[in-house]
């Protein structure tokens, strides 16, 4: 695609539900960022994918969360057993390689909200 | 493992008045890249410095990277309100093998 997509774009859950949130990188792009925002703060981040594989996780808050990225593309971040302090924007960005003086592009991001 | 620091971490000024937001690493690195979010917005990627001791300019912006590559700055001379929004720099360590982004400086400027 033109750019990194994000699906949903807004998710509402109730606390205890699990979450399945997409991203969809730039093609041939084999660098993918997961972060997380919280409502005016920086980025928090979560998980790095180089290919199909996760050379770093250290970021992943809790064992609740896990991604996954299937065909070097579509990347899943999903967080099991819901907390209102999950609730944050999750954004995903991508770029060409693993490589210095690539530059990163983001997604919209995935506005999630745990009541 | 390697950080990124960026400060300060909010900074509030009159239209007008210049604005600068400081990097520091704590490893040496291969690049710096500088992104810009709006309020409601993604960050979008602005610039990337390479060379110790480079200075980059796009309009009111410069941006400079140390001698070291272990620092650099965002400066914008006489803010406007198009100007509001986050500020992050995002380094490459030297042998590493990913991006680090610092935390942002939010910048607010009052009309």
């Known amino acids: 695609g033109a750019g990194v997509s994000q699906s949903p774009s807004n998710k509402v859950t109730e606390k205890g539900k699990d979450v399945e949130l997409r991203c969809d990188p730039i093609?041939?792009?084999?660098?993918l960022y997961w972060y997380r925002q919280s409502l005016g703060q920086g980025l928090e981040f979560l998980i790095y994918?180089?290919?199909?594989?996760?050379?770093?996780k250290s970021g992943l808050p809790s064992d609740r969360f896990s991604a996954e990225r299937t065909g070097g593309s579509v990347s899943t971040l999903t967080i099991q057993r819901t907390q209102q302090e999950d609730s944050a924007v999750y954004l995903c960005?991508?770029?060409?390689?693993?490589?210095?003086?690539?530059?990163?592009?983001f997604g919209q991001g995935t506005r999630l909200t745990v009541v | 493992g390697q950080q990124v620091m960026q400060i300060p971490q909010y900074q509030h000024v009159q239209e007008g008045e210049d604005f600068t937001t400081y990097c520091n690493s704590s490893?040496?690195?291969?690049?710096i890249q500088w992104y810009k979010q709006r309020p409601g917005g993604h960050p979008v990627f602005l610039i990337q410095?390479?060379?110790?001791?480079e200075v980059k300019k796009q309009k009111r912006l410069t941006f400079q990277f140390g001698e070291a590559k272990k620092n650099s700055s965002l400066h914008i001379t006489a803010t406007q309100t198009t100007d509001v929004g986050t500020y992050f720099c995002?380094?490459?360590?030297?042998?590493?093998?990913?991006?680090?982004f610092g935390a942002g400086t939010r910048l607010f400027v009052k009309a």
């Open positions: 410095l390479v060379k110790s001791g």
């Open positions: 994918f180089q290919g199909n594989s996760a050379p770093d």
């Open positions: 490893t040496t690195l291969s690049n």
């Open positions: 995002a380094g490459w360590a030297t042998g590493g093998f990913k991006t680090i």
């Open positions: 960005a991508s770029s060409q390689g693993g490589a210095a003086n690539t530059e990163a592009f």
């Open positions: 093609s041939g792009h084999t660098a």
